[in-house]
């Protein structure tokens, strides 16, 4: 659902910048104190595809200009398990709408579904400098410590808290989960879980219409996504 709406925001974006030629690159940094299965979900698919990134290294990930589609990344995993995140099991996200709008690309970190890392994206050689008005042009939204999660809210994996679920993952309901008659901007607004993230990560998606202080935009040769910044 998340990249329906991100798609909707670089719809009406105003920008038209050209874009460089040649591919894209998305670099996967680890540079949390642990070894990390890292996921790679192109939109479209069910499962993804995952690699082991040791701790202090990295994955080049050469990419279509037109990808999109999400990385994440998992202390403790297997099989399926790792190539997918969900309300069952959420991790963080970086996601990527690569040439856009405009020629542009759009970004974010996703605590929608939960989060489980320590989170940030990069540009790499991005045409705004980071310091427009907004700060949203070619700038980098940061988690660098993981929200405090509710106890009814943690997933465990042999008995070590591993992910936090968000309260739609949880609970399901429309009112959280922004669909049903909740699915409208107006009516969907910030809860008590969603401000809790927010106010932690401030430039994390927090719920579904979180998309003013969370979509970022850009126009780059590729992005660093760094856990554990």
Excluded: H
């Excluded at 670099?27 to 949390?32: H, P, R, S």
């Excluded at 080049?60 to 297997?78: H, I, K, M, V």
């Excluded at 008995?159 to 949880?170: F, H």
């Amino acid at each position: 659902m998340l990249f329906s709406t991100l798609l909707s925001v670089a719809a009406l974006a105003g920008f038209s910048v050209a874009a460089p030629a040649g591919g894209m690159k998305v670099v996967v940094k680890n540079q949390c104190d642990y070894d990390l299965t890292v996921s790679k979900l192109t939109n479209g698919e069910s499962y993804g595809s995952s690699v082991k990134v040791s701790q202090g290294s990295s994955k080049t990930y050469p990419l279509a200009e037109n990808w999109q589609g999400r990385f994440f990344g998992r202390s403790s995993c297997s099989g399926t398990n790792c190539t997918i995140a969900g309300a069952s099991d959420p991790a963080s996200l970086a996601e990527f709408t690569f040439r856009g709008s405009g020629g542009n690309d759009f970004y974010d970190l996703s605590f929608v579904d939960g989060f489980n890392l320590p989170l940030k994206i990069v540009p790499i050689g991005g045409s705004g400098d980071g310091n427009s008005s907004s700060g949203y042009e070619c700038g980098s939204p940061t988690c660098s410590t993981i929200p405090t999660c509710p106890d009814d809210m943690k997933i465990y994996t042999d008995g070590k808290y591993t992910s936090c679920q968000s309260a739609c993952s949880k609970y399901g309901t429309d009112e959280y989960c922004c669909t049903g008659s909740y699915n409208d901007s107006n009516k969907c607004t910030p809860n008590s879980y969603s401000k809790a993230v927010k106010d932690e990560c401030p430039s994390a998606y927090s719920y579904a219409y979180d998309d003013k202080t969370s979509t970022y935009s850009c126009v780059a040769q590729g992005y660093d996504v760094v856990f554990c910044p």
